[in-house]
């Protein structure tokens, strides 16, 4: 496994393609970060399906009814745009249309997508998994999706 720098804001990931290691970024968006490990420390995340998944785009997870309109039973988040990049293995906050809509959802990018920077919150990257992430089905709608089987903060493992 990767070296760990900061457990409390590293997220050990198990999906049905593997393991993923996601590195928080709290200096980028402190609200959100504390959300995410808020819901993952509820188990809110084990067994929720990548529900969106786009060739050459990203993978969307975070929707408890598997549709991608749903969320957690906490208030939205306030948008903390940041100037980190939209690249290859970065997670970021899915939202409505209203900039301040971000819940739960969240996705993480096959590849660069500059269209999206400063108009959704980066909050992590993967230091560990990009592999795993890479072989998860696609589809929008997806049929038979895969999942996240459980995610836990490093600190608590």
Not at 32 to 57: A, Q, S
Not at 103 to 109: A, D, E, R, V
């Amino acid at each position: 496994m990767a070296p760990i720098k900061d457990p409390e804001n590293t997220l050990i990931m198990d999906t049905t393609k593997g393991n993923v290691v996601i590195a928080m970024r709290p200096d980028l968006a402190p609200q959100h970060v504390e959300r995410i490990k808020t819901l993952v420390r509820e188990g809110f995340y084990d067994g929720i399906v990548f529900h969106r998944v786009i060739e050459g785009f990203m993978a969307q997870t975070g929707c408890p009814k598997g549709t991608g309109t749903g969320g957690s039973s906490y208030p939205n988040l306030a948008a903390e745009f940041n100037a980190e990049p939209h690249v290859r293995g970065v997670c970021s906050m899915a939202r409505a249309q209203n900039p301040n809509s971000a819940n739960s959802q969240f996705f993480i990018c096959f590849d660069d997508a500059p269209f999206l920077d400063r108009q959704y919150t980066v909050w992590g990257k993967l230091i560990e998994g990009m592999e795993n992430v890479d072989k998860i089905k696609r589809g929008e709608p997806v049929q038979n999706p895969d999942r996240i089987t459980s995610v836990k903060v490093a600190a608590d493992v």
